[in-house]
């Protein structure tokens, strides 16, 4: 009774209409192509606010155990003010969901991205998955006491940093300066943001996210909730126009013996029965070119006319049924169509299963996609936009994989051009030392001079001449050197990075060809039709008279 009277309420209806809760649809368009979703729950209340982050992170948790596992990122969740979410007592719906992400999601390619104002107000344990922290200036002493014990256990080591030299990094933090810890280097280090354009108006109301969503409003009334793949309303393999004004008689015409006669099932109670010509090839595709071999069941139906060429194959559409759901009789009280001559005509279907044959080897072939880069195939009845996203992501790995040999086979010289650099760093440094120590020291004989005969021209002159030497010194050849040998070093791994980030642009590029369509066409041999019909397909009218299909179609 409560679960009636929930789904009878008025204000639980949005939670039945909108977008469905499908992560893949979320990250890749129809098409394959990435995108960005964005949820905006600043309209609801606390409950519904955890009710809906619930249900997304174990949508989103359900989505990744379908995935491959992988070290490149396929997609990342990120959260803004998880405060509340993911407290460190207590145990909201949305914390074990988000806990098990934090652990699990990056075998899987899955980032999580979480922000908050309030560190203290996160679990311990999600802190301790996260791999990088970016954290800025924190306003409350609670805040950096415990970003503190945090950074001092994560950051523990032979270069690592004490506790008085962490508290002041983060304290002498400024604006758009934040410290990141990773834990893929030894210590912190600090960086700034850039600066960006940005008019940040605050929450969006309802108006305005129907505003941002109404040129939308009409696309999805072309969507099916199908795994990505997208099909018109109405669009089921026979247009439902050709047949409006195609005349109905409440008795089903009388069929002639040696003519298989099926009706295509049905749940819809008033329905109008036409007859079609079906053909249901059994066909298998196979090429060692592109690694595939798999056998089918195609059905097709085509108009049956009266005039010299009966039956033109061409027209031929699928008919996206299970033919195994063929029935023998059809509903009670339903109407029916003329049958064509031709179709009653016995003779005609051993010579039509001989067309529907030819027609499936030559015009039916196995279309796959192809991308060019990595050579990876679709698989046999993969939508173009799931293999799009599955070739997008098999692209990021072999280009990973590649970089990943670049910084190897680089990272030698690399290294040695940095040893170098910091060798004449402090070659220059040294000599620079050592000048301004000798010129301490003239400046210390100078003064002893002048205690000694007095402060007058001679001291001076003297004083002059020692400051000129020391000049000359500071200016010499061995610090000159040093000098010319440090912007050479320096210069050298300048170069060095330019080539390594052009061959790094190079595999970016590479791996984001475009698809290629390939079409696997079937042998002769391997084309048979078992089953050719008379079958009577349902139809209910529409209000504007047209007949729209009936049959209970392939999911």
């Known amino acids: 009774m409560s679960l009636n009277n929930l789904l009878a309420s008025p204000g639980f209806a949005a939670w039945t209409q909108g977008e469905p809760l499908d992560v893949g649809r979320f990250l890749f368009t129809p098409e394959g192509r990435p995108r960005v979703s964005v949820m905006s729950i600043a309209h609801l209340n606390d409950s519904e606010r955890m009710f809906f982050v619930s249900m997304l992170l174990n949508a989103t948790l359900a989505w990744?155990?379908?995935?491959?596992?992988?070290?490149?990122?396929?997609?990342?969740?990120?959260?803004?003010?998880?405060?509340?979410?993911?407290?460190?007592?207590?145990?909201?719906?949305?914390?074990?969901?988000?806990?098990t992400l934090l652990k699990q999601a990056r075998a899987f390619g899955l980032g999580v991205v979480l922000s908050t104002q309030?560190?203290?107000?996160?679990?311990?344990?999600?802190?301790s998955n996260a791999g990088t922290w970016m954290i800025g200036r924190l306003q409350t002493d609670n805040d950096k006491a415990r970003v503190l014990e945090a950074l001092q256990g994560a950051t523990s080591g032979p270069n690592a940093l004490t506790r008085d030299q962490?508290?002041?990094?983060l304290s002498g933090l400024g604006k758009r300066?934040?410290?990141?810890?990773?834990?893929?280097?030894?210590?912190?280090?600090?960086?700034?943001?850039?600066?960006?354009?940005?008019?940040?108006?605050?929450?969006?109301?309802?108006?305005?996210?129907?505003?941002?969503?109404?040129?939308?409003?009409?696309?999805?009334?072309?969507?099916k909730a199908d795994g990505g793949r997208q099909k018109a309303e109405g669009q089921t393999?026979?247009?439902?126009?050709?047949?409006?004004?195609?005349?109905?008689?409440?008795?089903?015409?009388?069929?002639?013996?040696?003519?298989?006669?099926?009706?295509?099932?049905?749940?819809?109670?008033?329905?109008?029965?036409?007859?079609?010509?079906?053909?249901?090839?059994?066909?298998?595709?196979?090429?060692?070119?592109?690694?595939?071999?798999?056998?089918?069941?195609?059905?097709l139906v085509v108009d049956v006319t009266d005039g010299p060429i009966p039956v033109t194959w061409d027209g031929a559409t699928d008919l996206p049924i299970d033919p195994n759901t063929l029935e023998q009789s059809g509903v009670d009280g339903a109407t029916f169509s003329d049958v064509p001559a031709a179709l009653l005509n016995a003779k005609n279907h051993a010579r039509w299963a001989k067309e529907a044959?030819?027609?499936?080897?030559?015009?039916?072939?196995?279309?796959?996609?192809?991308?060019?880069?990595?050579?990876?195939?679709?698989?046999?009845?993969?939508?173009e936009g799931d293999f799009r996203a599955r070739a997008s992501l098999a692209g990021r790995e072999a280009r990973d994989a590649a970089v990943q040999k670049l910084r190897a086979k680089y990272a030698p010289k690399v290294a040695a051009l940095q040893d170098r650099l910091a060798r004449?760093?402090?070659?220059?440094?040294?000599?620079?030392?050592?000048?301004?120590?000798?010129?301490?020291?003239?400046?210390?004989?100078?003064?002893?001079?002048?205690?000694?005969?007095?402060?007058?021209?001679?001291?001076?002159?003297?004083?002059?001449?020692?400051s000129g030497v020391g000049r000359s010194m500071r200016e010499g050849q061995d610090v000159q050197a040093a000098q010319t040998e440090l912007a050479q070093v320096a210069a050298q791994l300048q170069e060095l990075q330019t080539q390594v980030q052009a061959e790094v642009d190079a595999l970016t590029l590479t791996a984001s060809s475009d698809l290629v369509q390939v079409d696997v066409k079937a042998k002769s041999a391997d084309v048979t039709v078992p089953l050719v019909a008379l079958a009577w397909l349902p139809y209910t009218r529409a209000a504007s008279g047209l007949l729209t299909p009936a049959w209970d179609t392939l999911t």
Do not use: C
């Not at 070290?71 to 719906?93: H, I, Q």
């Not at 309030?118 to 802190?127: A, H, I, Q, R, S």
């Not at 039916?364 to 679709?378: A, F, K, N, Y």
């Not at 003239?442 to 007095?454: D, E, K, N, P, R």
């Open 118 to 127: 309030n560190p203290v107000d996160l679990d311990y344990k999600g802190l």
């Open 424 to 466: 004449a760093q402090g070659k220059v440094q040294q000599q620079q030392a050592q000048q301004a120590g000798l010129q301490a020291a003239m400046s210390v004989g100078v003064g002893v001079l002048g205690a000694l005969f007095g402060g007058g021209r001679k001291t001076t002159a003297l004083r002059s001449g020692v």
């Open 357 to 383: 044959a030819k027609f499936v080897a030559g015009s039916r072939p196995l279309t796959l996609w192809q991308e060019p880069g990595s050579g990876l195939i679709s698989a046999p009845g993969e939508a």
């Open 166 to 169: 962490l508290d002041a990094l």
């Open 177 to 223: 300066v934040f410290l990141m810890h990773n834990v893929h280097e030894a210590r912190p280090t600090l960086f700034t943001t850039r600066w960006t354009m940005s008019y940040l108006a605050g929450p969006i109301t309802g108006t305005q996210i129907r505003r941002l969503m109404g040129e939308r409003t009409a696309d999805g009334r072309w969507q």
């Open 237 to 299: 393999g026979v247009s439902p126009s050709a047949i409006g004004l195609q005349p109905s008689a409440p008795a089903k015409p009388v069929v002639p013996p040696g003519i298989t006669e099926v009706f295509v099932p049905t749940g819809a109670p008033d329905v109008q029965y036409h007859a079609r010509l079906l053909a249901v090839a059994q066909v298998r595709y196979a090429s060692v070119k592109y690694r595939v071999d798999v056998a089918g069941v195609l059905p």
């Open 64 to 99: 990744m155990r379908t995935q491959s596992g992988t070290s490149s990122l396929r997609a990342v969740l990120y959260m803004d003010e998880v405060a509340g979410y993911f407290p460190p007592n207590g145990n909201p719906p949305s914390k074990p969901p988000m806990l």
